[in-house]
Nanobody, 127 residues
């Protein structure tokens, strides 16, 4: 059974850093695109793309809102994906979800692209 388990969320102040992790029980993890999405609190807020990293080394994409502040990475030996977040802002407050999709980079910014999801980890940034 495939499981993605996020960890590392918490309550921080604006300007602080956090590192999220995603532990994946996926066979052939190194063949998956891994991504981070987030869903901010409030009615009608959709799950939005944050960052994705391909199974192909060096292929990465970021949302404009996090470029230069967030870094996505992966450790294929440990079946782990990470999201290093720096210079956090109150508008980064959201539940952060890890997604996984094998061997595809067609539409990585779309949540429909990913067949596997974790349960999410809450990140709250106070001003």
């Amino acid at each position: 059974q495939v499981q993605l388990v996020e960890a590392g969320g918490g309550l921080v102040q604006a300007g602080d850093s956090l590192r999220l992790s995603c532990a994946a029980s996926l066979q052939a993890f190194n063949s998956y695109t891994m991504a981070w999405f987030r869903q901010a609190p409030g009615k009608g807020k959709e799950r939005e793309f944050v960052a994705a990293i391909s199974w192909i080394e060096g292929v990465i994409k970021y949302a404009d809102s996090v470029k230069g502040r967030f870094t996505i990475s992966r450790d294929n030996g440990k079946n782990m994906a990470y999201l290093q977040m720096k210079s956090l802002k109150p508008e980064d407050t959201a539940i952060y979800y890890c997604g996984a999709e094998p061997l595809s980079w067609m539409d990585v910014t779309s949540r429909g692209h990913y067949r596997y999801w974790g349960q999410g980890t809450q990140v709250t940034v106070s001003s």
